[in-house]
């Protein structure tokens, strides 16, 4: 049987478990106890008249109500603390595995991956409670019935039969319900995933008018959404409604039955008493046993979405720094690409120490196949050929190891929540100083503008400021990492002439020695790489210095000259 989160949930917490049920079981006990006590302090102390058997039976009442809160205040709260950290755990877990470097297959967007990681860990970290309150009901129903086999048999053994046939007729509405909860959750995650992404793209959607069309997209995703929603409404106010409508049958039968039997003399007025209230509280536990089979049925749902993520097959091999025993030949290129196919043609490309390297791809798409080859992001089993860091297979290394050396700096930069410099300084050495990467990539003029400098406050993804601050914000982040390698993608497609000018003068500047891959169609970068390798049907189709190609070759001119 696999090892789902459902089961690693209940497993991480069984002591808090234990201890929430000991304090849910004391709790029902003494609430059946109640009517119990009052019944007793009936027939003792009200009918007899003793007044110190009266104060000593409202002192036991006290005590009773006191061990009644204090048993259900710390049960509870063993089980919300135990709760609370298995979500954050399992939050953290399914984090981890959406960001592994080895790219897990998930088949999910951002947004929904995101609706996975909070909602679906908070609802599958939920199992607790149901577990805990369910098992207190159950002590509840047996002291419950104990007590009327005690009074009476008949009513004892009819309580006994009834509420298992109750509950199990509820229980019926389960699986419906389980499947349709399931359903519900994959539509809102889609829905969320598909909201989160357009409110990403919003400035780029609007550049082009596409406004209302992403919205039509949304309300489309948003009325799935709600079908689900009132589809799974309907097994659940069902279930709500059958469960309700036991507890009151089993309470009519029970004190039918008890009026019954104090008519004909069997039990006495105090017992009847008893009787009543204890058929009163029973409609808590079958209650109470009816939601927790609810919440189990969404906590299972929610749990099977996360084994969904974290059971995703990894698109690239795990390697282990080194593993082959090889750390790079002497004099290797840092960056060698041998026969490169799958979305490429069969590419050859060399990087030398040092170098700074203009790649113009004629097809975007052989230009993302490229960045996703140099990031390790396409396994060796799709594109084939060779990927070489250092002299060493890409695979052999592990993708951990070639992003310690090779850092691509996508096209769309991702910015995230937190202050500016916050931001900029993200994978670079302790105590780096922002300023060198900032002036590089014309930065320093988005730190003097916003209120508030470096610690000027980012919202997530970083809405607040215009396209062209985003990416050269992401450039001086990358700029800052110092890495060995340092691969950009377009990275100036958001700004204008002249702050592009700047920016290929900085990077010249700050990565000199360094190797440097500028995949771009800029006449300002590619202007001041070393060498120019123009792509055509993802091969090397030509080769030479910027200000040459442009004379020489017509394609290339036409790629790159505005």
């Not at 809160?69 to 135990?82: D, E, K, N, P, Q």
């Not at 002590?139 to 104990?146: I, K, P, S, T």
């Not at 005690?150 to 389980?178: F, K, S």
């Amino acid at each position: 049987m696999s090892d789902t989160p459902l089961r690693r949930a209940v497993r991480r917490n069984r002591g808090a478990i234990a201890r929430s049920v000991l304090g849910q079981s004391l709790y029902q006990v003494c609430e059946t106890l109640v009517p119990v006590a009052i019944g007793v302090v009936i027939d003792r102390a009200v009918a007899a008249g003793d007044p110190a058997a009266l104060a000593v039976s409202l002192a036991g009442l006290a005590a009773l109500f006191t061990v009644l809160t204090l048993s259900w205040r710390y049960g509870a709260r063993a089980v919300v603390r135990a709760g609370e950290h298995e979500a954050h755990r399992l939050r953290v877990e399914v984090a981890g595995h959406a960001l592994d470097p080895r790219s897990p297959d998930t088949g999910m967007g951002a947004g929904e991956l995101l609706t996975v990681a909070t909602t679906d860990a908070d609802r599958t970290a939920q199992v607790l409670h149901p577990l805990t309150g369910g098992a207190g009901s159950l002590v509840g129903l047996a002291v419950a019935a104990a007590v009327l086999l005690g009074i009476d048999p008949l009513l004892g053994g009819g309580v006994l039969v009834g509420v298992p046939v109750l509950v199990a007729i509820v229980q019926g509405i389960g699986p419906v319900l389980t499947r349709r909860t399931a359903d519900q959750q994959e539509a809102l995650a889609r829905a969320g995933g598909l909201a989160a992404d357009l409110v990403r793209g919003l400035p780029a959607l609007r550049g082009i008018g596409a406004e209302e069309h992403a919205a039509g997209r949304y309300a489309s995703s948003s009325a799935a959404a709600l079908r689900g929603a009132l589809r799974a409404a309907v097994p659940l106010g069902l279930y709500q409604g059958a469960t309700g409508l036991a507890g009151g049958l089993l309470l009519a039968a029970v004190a039918a039955a008890a009026g019954t039997a104090a008519g004909q003399g069997r039990i006495s007025i105090g017992e009847l008493v008893t009787v009543v209230g204890l058929a009163q509280f029973l409609t808590e536990p079958v209650r109470e046993i009816g939601y927790a089979t609810m919440h189990l049925a969404r906590s299972k749902a929610s749990s099977d979405r996360l084994e969904r993520v974290l059971r995703a097959p990894f698109r690239l091999a795990a390697g282990e720094p080194g593993a082959d025993g090889r750390t790079g030949a002497p004099g290797a290129a840092p960056v060698e690409l041998k026969g490169v196919g799958g979305a490429l043609g069969g590419l050859d490309l060399r990087v030398a120490p040092g170098e700074f390297l203009g790649v113009v791809c004629y097809d975007p798409a052989d230009a993302r196949a490229l960045v996703d080859v140099l990031a390790a992001r396409s396994p060796a089993a799709e594109h084939g050929g060779a990927y070489l860091v250092d002299g060493v297979p890409a695979e052999a290394l592990g993708p951990e190891r070639v992003r310690e050396r090779v850092l691509v700096e996508p096209h769309d930069a991702d910015l995230f929540e937190g202050t500016l410099a916050e931001n900029v300084l993200t994978g670079a050495a302790p105590g780096a100083d922002p300023w060198p990467a900032l002036r590089a990539a014309a930065a320093d003029e988005v730190v003097r503008t916003v209120p508030g400098g470096l610690q000027a406050p980012l919202t997530d993804r970083g809405t607040t400021l215009s396209g062209g601050q985003r990416q050269r914000l992401g450039l001086a982040r990358a700029l800052a990492a110092d890495p060995p390698v340092l691969v950009l993608h377009d990275p100036t497609t958001a700004v204008d002439a002249v702050t592009e000018e700047a920016i290929a003068a900085g990077l010249r500047r700050l990565r000199h020695g360094a190797c440097t891959v500028a995949v771009c169609s800029s006449p300002a970068l590619l202007a001041r790489a070393d060498r120019v390798v123009a792509v055509a049907g993802g091969r090397a189709a030509a080769e030479g210095t910027h200000a040459g190609l442009a004379a020489d070759d017509p394609d290339y001119a036409e790629a790159v000259l505005r």
